[in-house]
Structures are given as structure tokens and as C-alpha cells.
């Protein structure tokens, strides 16, 4: 199945793609929080906690590509 950029997709358990949808508060603190490297709020849901483990990881992948980048310069 192919995605535009356009529609946004959230990977589902199954590994199957979710219908998008907006995020909740505590997702949104959980991104925000996870982009500015705070700590997760334990208070906030495990939806959440997927919001901020996922792009946590997507970040560091793209600071060790960076880095992998700039090594051959």
C-alpha cells in the first residue's frame, strides 16, 4: 500500500497502518516532551508513552546518520 506525504498514518500493533487521527493531550505533551528531550510524565497514558519511545528512537537514528554524515567531510 502506498502513502502519500500528504496522508499522515500512525503504524497500527499489527504492523498494519491506522487510519490518522488527531492526538490526545497527553500524546501531544508526550511529543513535545520527547523533541525537547524532557522526561515522560509517568501520569500520562501508554499511548503516550508509544508517542515518546517512538520518536525518541526516530531522533537518535537521525543524530547517528548525522553524525555518519559529517564523519566523511
Known sequence: MNYSP???TTP????????????????KKAAEAAFRCDAFNPA???????????????????QDGSKMDHEGE
Open 6 to 8: 500528504a496522508e499522515p
Open 12 to 27: 497500527h500493533v499489527s504492523g498494519r497502518m491506522a487510519a490518522p487521527r488527531s492526538l490526545t493531550y497527553d500524546e
Open 44 to 62: 500520562w497514558s501508554q499511548a503516550a508513552w508509544r508517542v515518546y519511545e517512538d520518536l525518541s528512537k526516530a531522533m537518535v537514528r537521525l
